[in-house]
């Protein structure tokens, strides 16, 4: 089955045919409907996220769960890493190394207070929308995530500009060119995103 309509937003990542397959409500067949659908299914696992902030939410089984409670309802490989290249993020088979590594290191930097809590909080939303772990939905996991670990740490979440990042605007385009200075290790323009 596919998705009629506009098929990405700028920045976004194209799925397969078989990832497009593990659609399970079967009645959607324009991409405004699966938006819609899928953030219906995104603010529930907000609401499950914020009334239970791990202790051990540093770890892949917690990244997993955050990402199938978010699309558990969309789509049937929700909390499963991928299994294809991308335009974007890690070879698959490294995926669970580079996941663990990040995790690892935010655990020291928050040990050793190697930089200020926002700082470790936009490092942290950068390396994960790099490593892209799953077939889709990773930006928006990942912000959701690093939200998770602020408040983890008694910080307050970040705005993202204060607009639905999935749809294009012009706010996506600043999103998706702040990551692109945070790849050149140029974090500047993200920080002034993260905080809009």
Known sequence: MGVVGPAHAAGATPMDPNEVDGLIPRHI???????????????????????????????????????????????????????????????????????????????????????????QAVRLHHRLVLIHPFPNGNGRHARLFTDVFLRSCGAVPFTWGRINLVDASTTRTAYIAALRAADRRDYGPLFAFVRT
């Open 29 to 119: 067949t324009l991409k405004r409907e699966l938006d819609e659908f899928e953030q219906a299914n995104i603010m529930a696992a907000q609401e499950w996220a914020e009334k239970r902030i791990a202790k051990q939410l540093l770890g892949e089984a917690y990244v997993r769960k955050l990402h199938k409670k978010m699309f558990d309802k969309t789509w049937r490989w929700a909390g499963q890493f991928r299994q294809t290249e991308k335009s974007i993020g890690v070879d698959p088979m490294q995926i669970s190394v580079n996941l663990r590594d990040l995790l690892e290191d935010v655990k020291c930097w928050r040990e050793f207070i190697t930089y200020p809590i926002d700082e």
